[in-house]
């Protein structure tokens, strides 16, 4: 029985090897006997114990004296000691109980041993028998030649004794992101191909799953009959459903579902403990900072039968169906999906929760660098309630007022046009104005990430076709404003000034000064990207001073920053770095990291264009950092290609290579940036030029140029490239 319920070493085995070297070391380097391996169901914690043990150290420290207990199949002290006596073949006495037996053993053995108890929290959490079962353990525990290892559910170890836990204050860790995947593989077997779109499909998969092994095991037996798409789309239908082994009887190992129904085995029917778990299997954030946020989230609606939902949170954390994490209450994904099937949360929790965050985004600092940090925590929560809310019609608040608080966020953006496009679809009794607002915030985002074509024919234009039916001039002048701000970065220069000059009139005839500036402003940048910069030095500073008497912090310092790269240009070095400086300060005291990395990038070419490299490379390389962290990966990319050009005149051509090859990689999702995708090849061809491999410098060349070609307005850049192929020729003939 013992033996057929004792699992064998598994062959797949990604991503431990660090937590498997600490356990080797507390057992036999550290002098420390107790080891208890802590965590969720499914988490890996009888595989750990089992690669640990059949380490070379252990082995040589205890030999054949390993001793390792299923402990689901026992249920008591007398059962488990039973189990004991059996594994380390201890011959009973006449007339000897068993505990005498089993402890004059452990008493008198000469050499170090050690026992595993695998799954101790089926006795352990066996209320009648705890007494005994906590007793017989800690005299184990003091036989000084026994070490122990324990693996159960649950933040702490049995008894009083002091454990050393691997892992973190939750227990073990899920899988990495790297080692998830390369585990899936493994299950999968050679069916699973690598390519860029099979990895794409397993990295969603193995995010949506929470990197918990088992759910990856599980997941990955069904990936050797079907494809990566049907079965993600068997996760979307089924959840935790799909995750077990169809193939034997369900048990905690081939059953995520089996596996969670233990722990909640442990609650006994607690009807609190129970209540709770549905609320928080809804937030895929969990509750942050709980102590202070739990009540305020849920007392209108429903409170624990002792006034305190702390015993409640202590027997939840004993089952390990939650954790604590920075001070928040967290569940792993494929249990919250799970939870969420079995014990639904309801309308009036629901209620509750869209109340409680409608007031917390009310609650947020002005200053976007305080606000962030604190929504963070909370965005996966606050989308999946508001989408909730605004699919059944239930909404209690302002699910739009809600939108048009988050929409400035730009790290958010993919939640705001999410929710955006659901109000557009849900809300029949939405306001006119509110829905072409919507339409216009849509297209600002779109254009933001690139998609250029999508924001100007799918919402800008329906925009303006309902603007201009309308007598709401400063709606009209906005929506002429955005589409002008999309030609721009689609680098259609003309189309851009016609439609931001069509705007400053209106703006000028409704005598909107702040509409005016804006105009300005885009008017210098573009005059800017023209080469007429004098004019663009006139807009601009003319623009600056509208921005400073309205007390726009943010826009002056763009307007500062446009400055200086303009005085860049007329290589008056001291006159822009001034106004670069001045530009960092106030994006810094603003809260701008945008601001900052923008600042950071212009400094570096300044630098560059000084050959002050070092100085170049050290700029480039933080704002490139500045920008990776806020999610702006154009900028990011670019970059990339402005240390590749430092790196290239430096001579140090391998890593200004990386650096190309890495712009263009950043820049694959992003195939409307036309204009920054020809200067990295054109570049590039630059570089294989000076490495004298003309052949790659030509192809380069060719590509850079029908890039440019494509774009329609960039005859100059097509012309640049053509004079690098007519030099390349030279260089040949020569």
Partial sequence: MIASATPPLPLVFTGRDDLVDQGVDILCNQALRFLAILGAGGMGKTSLALHIIHRPAV??????????????????????????????????????????????????????LLIIFDNFETPWNNHGSRTDIRNLVEKIAGCERVSI?????????????????????????????????????????????????SDSLISQLMYELDYIPLAIKLSAYHARKISLD??????????????????????????????????????????????????????????PFWESNLNQMISKSVQPSNGNWSLNISVLLDTSLIYIQ?????????????????????????????????????????????????????????????????????????????????????????????????????????????????????????????????????VILQAQKYFKQSQNQRAQANSMRWLGNIYFRQDKYKEASEMISEAQQLF?????????????????????MQGRNDEAIQMLSDA????????????????????????????????????????????????????????????G???????????????????????????RIVDAAWCYQYLGTTYRLQGQYEKAKEALTETLELLKGFPGEKYKIGWTLLEFGHLLFDMEDFIEARRKYEEARNVFDSHGQLEKDVDRCSRALAKLDETIEQ
């Fill in 508 to 528: 000028q005839k409704i005598g909107n000064e702040l509409g005016v500036a804006e105009c300005l402003k885009r008017l210098g940048d573009i005059y800017q």
């Fill in 326 to 458: 920075n001070e928040g209450l967290r569940m792993l994904a494929p249990i919250r999906e799970y939870i969420q099937s079995q014990y639904p949360t309801g309308q009036e929790i629901m209620d509750q929760l869209e109340i409680f965050y409608a007031q917390f985004l009310k609650d947020l600092p002005n200053n976007d660098m305080q606000a962030q940090p604190m929504l963070e925590l909370h965005i996966n929560n606050i989308e999946k309630i508001l989408r909730a809310q605004i699919k059944s019609g239930h909404s209690k608040s302002s699910c739009v007022s809600a939108v048009f608080i988050l929409y400035p966020f730009r790290r958010f953006a993919s939640v705001s046009m999410s929710l955006i496009d659901l109000i557009l679809e849900k809300d029949k009794k939405i306001n006119k104005d509110d829905e072409v607002e919507f339409k216009l915030k849509k297209a600002k985002i779109l254009r933001s990430m690139g998609r250029f074509q999508d924001a100007k024919d799918q």
């Fill in 605 to 631: 070419r300044i630098y560059m264009d000084q050959t002050q490299y070092d100085e170049a490379v050290g700029m480039f390389s933080d704002a490139q950092i500045q920008y990776q962290n806020i999610r």
């Fill in 544 to 603: 600056l001073k509208q921005f400073q008497t309205f007390g726009n912090q943010m826009r002056a310092a763009e307007c500062l920053l446009s400055l200086g790269e303009l005085y860049r240009k007329q290589k008056k070095y001291d006159e822009a770095t001034e106004m670069i400086m001045k530009a960092q300060t106030q994006s810094e005291e603003i809260g701008s990291k945008q601001g900052v990395a923008n600042c950071l990038r212009t400094l």
């Fill in 149 to 197: 290892i324990v693996t159960m559910r649950g933040p702490h170890g049995p008894g009083e004794i002091p454990w050393k836990a691997l892992g973190d204050d939750s227990g073990i860790p899920q899988l990495s992101p790297a080692a998830a995947n390369e585990a899936f593989k493994a299950f999968a077997g050679p069916k699973v191909e690598s390519s860029e779109t």
């Fill in 230 to 287: 049907t079965l993600t789309e068997m996760w979307k239908n089924y959840k935790t459903g799909m995750l077990r082994d169809a193939t034997t009887q369900d048990s905690r190992s081939t059953s995520v579902e089996f596996s969670i129904n233990l722990s909640i085995q442990l609650l006994h029917e607690n009807q609190n403990s129970i209540q709770l778990l549905s609320i928080l299997s809804f937030l895929p954030n969990g509750v």
């Fill in 59 to 112: 082995k040589q420290k205890f030999g054949q004296r390993c001793h390792f207990l299923p402990c689901d199949i026992f249920e008591n002290a007398e059962a488990l000691t039973q189990g004991l006596i059996s594994i380390m073949k201890i011959m009973l006495q006449e007339n000897q109980g068993k505990q005498e037996a089993l402890f004059n053993y452990l008493k008198a053995t000469q050499h170090d």
